[in-house]
Structure formats: structure tokens, C-alpha cells
């Protein structure tokens, strides 16, 4: 999928016209894409338009107008776009309670590594995670995760026949979800033809 070039862009003002039409559009784009796996883990597929709502929001809060700062924030945030042949998501671990926060995230260390599956049939895909977000003794709440897929995964998961879920193997929580097909059509969309997204269409 391409990346997010700094002229797609609405500046500020502009942006504020069209935005209520374009937050409720990503907003009903999102509850397709969100999957919760467990009572703590929920995954967020993202795409040009989840990303360019991002970015335009940020823009916003932070009145940001200087064209140097705003390809800065380009930058990082296409670090969310999916590659070829890749899906994305930000993972959320979700805790309501405050001083239940820290003991969740220590009882999930290690979750960044060989944890997180996509699973196509009886096809394994793990999860890769951004660095940065995690070390031996911490994890952050919020992680960025990508899985690559071969021509053989795409097909299947083009093939309705073939289930779908994201599994989590950890030692302290294991869960899985299957994956609805509103999220599935939506998700093959971004595998196949994902660089024809017009995000302001």
C-alpha cells in the first residue's frame, strides 16, 4: 500500500469544513476493522484513510501549519501504512481500572515475541512488531504490529471457506477471535487493492 504523500493533505482550515463527514466516515471504516481478542487485546487494522485521519487530527489539535513539521508527522505516521502484500494494526491492551495498568502490562511482558498469530486455515502468520515499544522487563499498551503475507495466504484468505482468527499464545493470556467477514472483505480490499484508495472519495 502507498505511503501518505504530504499534498494529499487538507491544511487546517480547510480540514475543518469537511470534517464531521469525514470522522463519521473513518469512525464506521474503524468499528469494521476493530477486533477484540479476549477481555484485554483488541487490534485496530489500519489503511491510508484511518492513517490520514490520524495525521489530519493531529494537524488539528496541535494547529500545526509549519509544511516542515507537518512532513515530520507524515513520516511517523506512515510508519502505520502496511507494506505490499502486508496487513497492520495497532494493538491496544485495555485496562479501565488505573492501578490494575501496571500489573496487566508486567503480566504481559514478553507478548511482543512469537505471541501473536494471524491464523488463514491451518496457516500461521506472527505477528511483527514494531521495535521500541517493548523491552525485556516493560510493554507499552499500545503496540504497532504487521503480517506479511505470501501468495498462498492471500489466496486463502480470499477463500471464504477458510476461517480466519487472530490468536494470542502467551503464558499469561491466551485467547482468539475469529475474524467477522465485514472485517475480512474490508482487509482484502487493503491486501489487493489498497494503493487505489482515494481517501477524500
Do not use: C
Not at 507537518?70 to 496487513?87: F, M, Q, R
Not at 491451518?122 to 510493554?139: C, K, L, N, S, Y
Not at 501468495?151 to 480470499?158: I, L
Amino acid at each position: 500500500m502507498k505511503q501518505i504523500e504530504f499534498g494529499e493533505l487538507w491544511n487546517i482550515i480547510d480540514y475543518e469544513k469537511i470534517r464531521n463527514d469525514f470522522r463519521k466516515k473513518i469512525i464506521r471504516m474503524k468499528n469494521s476493522r476493530r477486533l477484540k481478542v479476549g477481555e484485554l487485546v483488541t487490534l485496530t487494522f489500519e489503511n491510508r484513510y484511518t492513517v490520514t485521519f490520524q495525521i489530519e487530527e493531529m494537524m488539528r489539535a496541535e494547529r500545526i501549519v509549519d509544511d516542515e513539521k507537518i512532513k515530520a508527522e507524515v513520516e511517523t505516521y506512515n510508519e502505520l501504512i502496511p507494506g505490499d502484500n502486508e496487513l497492520s494494526a495497532t494493538l491496544f491492551v485495555e485496562v479501565d481500572e488505573q492501578t490494575k495498568i501496571r500489573p496487566v502490562l508486567d503480566s504481559l511482558v514478553g507478548m511482543n515475541k512469537d505471541s501473536v498469530y494471524m491464523k488463514i486455515g491451518d496457516r500461521m502468520i506472527p505477528a511483527v512488531f514494531e521495535e521500541g515499544h517493548a523491552t525485556d522487563e516493560r510493554i507499552s499498551a499500545v503496540q504497532y504490529v504487521r503480517f506479511k503475507f505470501g501468495s498462498d495466504e492471500t489466496k486463502a484468505f480470499a477463500d471464504p471457506s477458510v476461517p480466519i482468527q487472530i490468536e494470542i499464545r502467551h503464558r499469561n493470556y491466551n485467547a482468539a477471535a475469529a475474524m467477522p467477514e465485514e472485517m475480512r472483505s474490508a482487509l482484502y480490499f487493503d491486501l489487493t487493492q489498497g494503493n487505489s484508495a482515494n481517501v477524500w472519495d
